[in-house]
């Protein structure tokens, strides 16, 4: 079984440029969370997507966008970025999870830095 | 909006002993679930523990245990038997059951090191 993988491990990006990241969730997974890690704190939650549509938001401005597509696979785009925008980025899939709990599988993280 | 506190940015503990690492939270919902993760340096975030809130019974996994106090928001995870492979970053988190989104809330984390 494979696990979450996510694409690139690292990435330099300058202020105002825009950004793609990419996650591939677990097998049998319709369901992809992204969160934000920025360096010396907890993860914070950007968005999710169940079954391509967007199933929750965090306190993240709309420069900050994703997309699910029908192999469950994501990705987060992030627009004009700022230097504040240097993180960890972190996908994690779960299986279908409306109404009941599922586990969240994380990735290894996709680290972003914005010069 | 829920809050979680890790208030032990570091802790140490020698190899063989036991540590408890602290959490506590601040949530009106009566609903939820709480979490113990484990970020090695290699960063993939792997869950250790979960207890749901609707249980009295503490939740233990193999040398992972949690001290889960309802009243107090208070989710403290105790680690026996320390090994040199527990040496990671944890953290305390907070997942709001229902509909909607299942989205975690995280601490700031503990930066555990076990000593040889």
């Known amino acids: 079984e494979t696990g979450v993988t996510q694409s690139p491990t690292h990435l330099i990006k300058t202020r105002g440029q825009q950004v793609t990241l990419r996650c591939s969730s677990q097998s049998g997974h319709n369901t992809v969370s992204w969160y934000q890690q920025a360096l010396g704190q907890g993860p914070q939650f950007i968005f999710q997507y169940y079954r391509e549509e967007e199933n929750g938001r965090g306190n993240f401005p709309p420069r900050f966008s994703g997309l699910q597509f029908p192999n469950y696979s994501s990705e987060l785009n992030v627009n004009a970025l700022e230097l504040d925008d240097s993180a960890l980025y972190l996908c994690a899939s779960s299986p279908q999870l409306i109404r009941s709990y599922n586990e969240q599988f994380f990735g290894p993280g996709t680290r972003l830095t914005v010069l | 909006a829920q809050t979680v506190t890790q208030s032990q940015p570091e802790m140490s503990v020698q190899e063989a002993e036991t540590v408890t690492l602290s959490c506590t939270y601040d949530t009106s919902e009566n609903n939820y679930y709480l979490f113990w993760y484990k970020q090695p340096p290699s960063r993939q975030m792997i869950l250790v523990i979960r207890?749901?809130?609707?249980?009295?019974q503490n939740a233990t996994e193999n040398r992972f245990s949690v001290n889960f106090q309802k009243a107090a928001k208070s989710f403290s995870l105790k680690i026996s038997d320390s090994q040199l492979g527990d040496t990671a970053m944890y953290f305390c988190a907070f997942m709001k059951r229902g509909a909607g989104s299942y989205q975690l809330t995280f601490g700031k984390g503990t930066k555990l090191s076990v000593i040889p």
């Open positions: 207890q749901e809130a609707y249980k009295q």
